[in-house]
């Protein structure tokens, strides 16, 4: 501790006090990317506006252009105010209050950067996490995550490894208990500016909080940023309003965490006749009979309300399906299991519903049933119709379908009867 010792002859640095005394600290500290994560936004009169907090990175001086994240408003520091007055520059670690020359609408939790940095908005990264409760952390469920000065909801959505605190060997977990460490995936709720630990420790770090009691049970340190899709809100909209995104403060998350289950869409395409009513009804019927949350969307239903304005051309069945798509892209958002039965024959149209979802919550099932068979059944007698020609655009007679090339499930209910394939559904599901 305080001297070399002759009884560690191959070690030949300097002793632990000395070492602690002379380690040079201070590149520990990122003077180079600015980052002002913003704690409060002080209004106490309306010739006054300014943002208060403590500089986790980068050194920021009056004059400086700077940019709001996640907005990427630009604008110039005024002022940088203190109790002991403004200051010509300012380091990390100060607490401060910048001025801005323009009115920029920025709230707790935004960070101030370089105008020019590239700062990525991300919502899913790795990280380590040393656990700080007797409660072992569960994935999936959901929790608070205070980032910087920012508190948002996410979920640990899986544990790549637990480290041996003895040995520093990795092993597989699924749960971390008191003081485990491991290296996690998080999935946040929302898109915001994130920062790799070694980077800027003050921005790049959170602690976990438990959403019930409110005691912080996590801390954790972001090791790299992981691709994600660009969430709805945040894609290119064609609107022909004048409109912007307006955020409702509770999620799809919070919504799915008190449903137990989160939103999903199934979506049944197929000849008519070929089953998909028959068969999302079922369906239905057996997820309502477990317990689950579910909504049944159905072509001909569908086709008496919202879509009644809608014949079978080309483009009112694109129009038709999209409708449909956005309408399963609310219910699952509301966190509930929705079905839907359209023949939706083309596959464009099925694409962009599927884009709509995240990556694993759009399931299509093709039901594959051969067109003679369709023709037989003939339940509605709309084949015969379509033959003697009473009925044009007539899907499989005289207007195409699109085969599935990529779909999640077929079912050929030909050989497999109603009942078995509503097994092999559930259990897919
Ligand atoms: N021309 C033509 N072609 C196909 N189907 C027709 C047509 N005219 C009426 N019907 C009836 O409408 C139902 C299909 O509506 P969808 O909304 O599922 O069609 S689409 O997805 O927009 O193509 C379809 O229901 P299903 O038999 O349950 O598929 C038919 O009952
Ligand atoms: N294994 C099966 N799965 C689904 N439907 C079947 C099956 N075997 C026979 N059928 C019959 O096929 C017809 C399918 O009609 P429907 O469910 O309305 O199809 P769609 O909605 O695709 O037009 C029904 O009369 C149903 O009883």
Redesign the pocket.
């Known amino acids: 501790m305080v001297n070399q010792s002759d009884r560690t002859p191959w070690y030949e640095g300097p002793a632990l006090l000395e070492l602690l005394e002379t380690v040079e600290v201070t590149h520990d500290q990122n003077l180079s990317d600015l980052r002002l994560p913003v704690q409060y936004v002080n209004r106490p009169n309306l010739d006054f506006r300014g943002y208060c907090g403590t500089l986790a990175a980068g050194i920021l001086r009056p004059g400086q252009k700077v940019k709001a994240l996640p907005s990427g408003k630009v604008s110039t520091v005024e002022r940088i105010v203190t109790f002991d007055g403004d200051l010509e520059v300012a380091y990390p670690g100060q607490a401060i209050t910048v001025t801005l020359e323009d009115e920029l609408d920025i709230s707790r939790g935004d960070w101030l950067v370089e105008a020019e940095a590239e700062v990525p908005l991300s919502n899913v990264f790795e990280a380590d996490i040393v656990w700080m409760h007797d409660t072992a952390m569960e994935t999936d469920r959901l929790y608070d995550f205070k980032l910087a000065t920012r508190d948002l909801a996410g979920q640990i959505t899986a544990i790549d490894y637990q480290v041996d605190i003895n040995t520093l060997e990795h092993r597989k977990a699924d749960h971390l208990d008191l003081n485990a460490i491991g290296r996690c995936r998080v999935e946040l709720t929302e898109l915001v500016p994130l920062d790799d630990y070694r980077k800027s420790p003050g921005t790049g770090s959170f602690i976990v909080i438990d959403r019930l009691t409110n005691v912080t049970v996590g801390a954790g340190m972001i090791h790299q940023l992981l691709e994600t899709e660009v969430p709805y809100e945040y894609r290119d909209h064609d609107s022909k309003a004048e409109v912007v995104w307006n955020r409702s403060s509770v999620t799809p998350a919070m919504r799915a965490q008190i449903k137990g289950h989160t939103g999903k869409c199934i979506w049944?395409t197929?000849?008519?006749?070929?089953?998909?009513?028959?068969?999302?009804?079922?369906l239905e019927v057996e997820l309502n009979r477990r317990g689950y949350h579910t909504m049944l969307l159905?072509?001909?239903n569908i086709r008496h309300g919202l879509c009644k304005d809608l014949g079978m051309s080309e483009a009112d069945r694109t129009e038709n399906i999209r409708r449909v798509g956005e309408i399963a892209k609310l219910f699952a958002d509301a966190g509930i299991i929705v079905i839907t039965?359209f023949?939706s024959p083309f596959r464009a149209d099925r694409d962009n519903a599927r884009k709509l979802f995240k990556e694993g919550d759009f399931i299509e099932v093709h039901?594959d049933?051969p067109l003679d068979i369709?023709e037989q059944?003939d339940?509605?007698g709309l084949y015969q119709k379509a033959r003697e020609g009473k009925i044009k655009d007539f899907t499989g007679i005289n207007s195409p379908y699109e085969v599935p090339r990529n779909a999640e499930v077929k079912?050929s209910?030909?050989e497999?009867?109603?009942s078995?394939?509503v097994t092999h559904l559930v259990k897919y599901i």
Request: proline share 3%; hydrophobic share 40%.
């Open positions: 049944f197929g000849l008519s006749g070929s089953g998909k009513s028959s068969l999302a009804n079922a159905d072509g001909d039965a023949i039901v049933t369709c059944r339940p509605k079912v209910t030909a497999l009867s109603l078995e394939l």
